[in-house]
T-cell receptor, first 118, second 110 residues
């Protein structure tokens, strides 16, 4: 399977604990996104990487959230001191970037990591 | 502030009906718009629209974009129970970012 993979698929944690999610994008895609989705809502943009550079982070994201993509391949999203409001599905997506093309390509989503904070 | 509004929020129809889902947007530096179908898992890609007035079709689904009036529609003809899902639209902001609407929840009854 060469799609976007995310791990773990489900995480239950107690309030105050740290959690980390991993995303492996499609190998030839150099654009990587994290979105968060809660029940009844569409995916909410969190952050975007082009290769290893984090080019945008949503201003809605608190300092407890951090993401990395150290070698321009897989990415991690860490949430420190989790709160109940962090409970959501965390979706990773990747997209190819074609040099000289001004229009972004479609997003290919992973199955998501569902976080439940007790 | 960038904004996406989808309507209706939910819709219940019977098999064989035709439905039209709406997506209006106000975003800076618009480039393209995506439509996705989401069942109980990750969104799956349906269409990418970049030009006004050019209909994209895939089987019973079709979509069109109006860049002057800032909206897109997704049509589904001869609906089937397997079309039951949430349909999401996502206009692109600039050269890399997409923002999603709340979605339209479609339920097709047998």
């Amino acid at each position: 399977d060469t799609g976007v993979s995310q791990d773990p698929r489900h995480k239950i944690t107690k309030r105050g604990q740290n959690v980390t999610f991993r995303c492996d994008p499609i190998s030839e895609h150099n654009r990587l996104y994290w979105y968060r989705q809660t029940l009844g809502q569409g995916p909410e943009f969190l952050t975007y990487f082009q290769n290893e550079a984090q080019l945008e982070k949503s201003r809605l994201l608190s300092d407890r959230f951090s993401a990395e993509r150290p070698k321009g391949s897989f990415s991690t999203l860490e949430i420190q001191r989790t709160e109940q409001g962090d409970s959501a599905m965390y979706l990773c997506a990747s997209s190819p970037w074609i040099s000289g093309r001004a229009i972004p390509g479609e997003l290919f989503f992973g199955e998501g990591s569902r976080l439940t904070v007790l | 502030e960038d904004k996406v509004v989808q309507s209706p929020l939910s819709l219940v129809v019977h098999e064989g009906d035709t439905v039209t889902l709406n997506c209006s947007y106000e975003v800076t530096n618009f480039r393209s718009l995506l439509w996705y179908k989401q069942e109980k898992k990750a969104p799956t890609f349906l269409f990418m629209l970049t030009s006004s007035g050019i209909e994209k079709k895939s089987g019973r689904l079709s979509s069109i974009l109006d860049k002057k009036e800032l909206f897109s529609i997704l049509n589904i003809t001869a609906t089937q129970t397997g079309d039951s899902a949430v349909y999401l639209c996502a206009p692109g902001v600039g050269t890399y970012k997409y923002i999603f609407g709340t979605g339209t929840r479609l339920k097709v009854l047998a």
